[in-house]
């Protein structure tokens, strides 16, 4: 199946936006073995809409629509879309009443021009949005079936997952039942990753099972993509390779599917009945911010202590000691007592000397202290400030997992220089 996406918006057009939402797509429908050919980024024109239409609908079998679905001037999709198909546009009531009913419950009036939002193609099918007032809807333009989406991204998303993958499946001849599943890890590289999983899509028999990466550092994202007649199916091919990954990576897997580090780490406390204070230097209070926002954080997390640099760490906490690595071990002592957290984790950043532009050295001492004693990790990672940074907070996340998992914190990384 020959797939498009056309994304529309000036903004969009003149880069004034990142267009994350091509991006999202085109991940989403390669999870799920729906390849895209072509991307086509189009203004909010009229003419040059219908000519992108046209073409798309001359040498495509399904093509995404993202964006021109909201109430202003500005948003054409509808209208466009009706020129193309020969139809007219007429007023679904039903989509009326629901918008109607999402300002009722705000307690607001809904204005006059969002009616537009009801306004679809004749021969449409519309496709839910439950978050929001653009609803999509679904068209055959020519030869190809055209799916139209809001450009908020949340509601893209929702709506791609719910509506558009399972209707593209379907038209592709695509065995309908389809399992993506998600290992995220720290600390190993894709090609590390690629290596150590050689083979693994050869231990299905029917061949129905792709392997996949997503780096964005300092995360790594493994993919399995499985494919058969049912969700049983399914199961019964994806529990031994699964387990084959989770072997062959080992301590490296830090959650699964939609798990995340901090999640984890949360989880962990909480299932130990303990609590956590954290110190940071260079990283601006981010790994506290990992986790605050959590269901269930303000039970767990005691207290934050951010500072610049470990000189003005030493001076918040009344701590002598001088050496980085020994700062950083008696400063979670330090706020684990001032908190009585059953839990400390300081990570402290030590910047080398760089000229502007160059990458930087930067030494990350972890501590993380307990009743029972401070366990230490040190590591030496290059970069620019923000992947120093980011590999700073990911460190320290990851080494309390491990930790709090009886697992070894001192496993060496990839992105570690001796």
């Known amino acids: 199946m020959r797939i498009e996406i056309i994304c529309t918006g000036d903004e969009v057009l003149t880069g004034k936006i990142v267009n994350s939402n091509f991006s999202y797509m085109s991940q989403k429908l390669e999870d799920f073995g729906l390849a895209v050919h072509w991307g086509t980024t189009v203004g909010d024109d009229r003419e040059a809409l219908l000519e992108a239409f046209r073409f798309a609908a001359s040498r495509s079998d399904a093509v995404i629509v993202n964006g021109g679905l909201g109430p202003t001037i500005d948003d054409l999709s ?6 193309a ?89 695509a065995a309908m039942a389809v399992r993506l599943k998600r290992f995220h890890s720290y600390g190993i590289g894709e090609s590390h990753a690629d290596a150590l999983l050689a083979g693994i899509e050869a231990l299905a ?3 129905n099972v792709k392997l996949g990466f997503r780096a964005h550092y300092p995360q790594l994202e493994t993919k399995l993509t499985v494919r058969a007649a049912d ?28 798990e995340t580090l901090e999640s984890v780490v949360l989880s962990a406390l909480g299932a130990c009945g303990g609590s956590l204070a954290t110190v940071e230097t260079f990283t601006g209070g981010l790994i506290a ?11 767990i997390l005691r207290r934050g202590v951010v500072a610049p640099d470990p000189a003005q760490l030493r001076a918040m906490l009344g701590i002598a000691a001088e050496a980085a690595e020994e700062a950083a071990a008696a400063a979670a002592a330090a706020a684990r007592s001032a908190s009585g957290a059953s839990h400390a984790l300081a990570v402290v950043v030590v910047l080398e000397e760089g000229s502007e532009g160059t990458d930087l050295g930067g030494g990350i001492y972890v501590a993380i ?29 990851d080494c309390l997992r491990r930790f709090l998992r009886g697992l070894p914190i001192d496993e060496r990384i990839d992105f570690e220089k001796r």
Do not use: Y
């Open 205 to 207: 028999p029917e061949g």
């Open 289 to 299: 911010g990992r986790l605050a926002h959590l269901p269930g954080a303000e039970a």
């Open 85 to 173: 198909a020969g139809v007219a546009l007429v007023l679904d009531e039903d989509w009326l009443a629901r918008m109607e009913a999402f300002f009722r419950r705000r307690g607001r009036t809904m204005p006059p021009n969002n009616r537009k939002q009801a306004m679809l193609p004749a021969g449409s099918e519309l496709l839910d949005n439950p978050l929001g007032t653009a609803c999509g809807f679904a068209l055959d333009i020519g030869k190809a079936r055209f799916f139209f989406t809001p450009g908020v991204p949340r509601e893209l998303r929702a709506m791609l997952e719910n509506e558009i993958i399972p209707r593209l499946l379907r038209r592709s001849g």
């Open 369 to 397: 202290a307990t009743a029972s004693g401070t366990a230490l990790r040190r590591a030496r990672i290059f970069g620019g400030r923000d992947w120093i940074r980011l590999g700073a907070v990911e460190l320290g996340l």
């Open 78 to 83: 509808q209208e466009v879309a009706a020129r």
């Open 231 to 258: 969700a049983a199916a399914i199961e019964r091919t994806l529990a031994p390779i699964a387990a084959e990954v989770r072997r062959r990576l080992g301590n490296f897997i830090l959650a699964e599917d939609d």
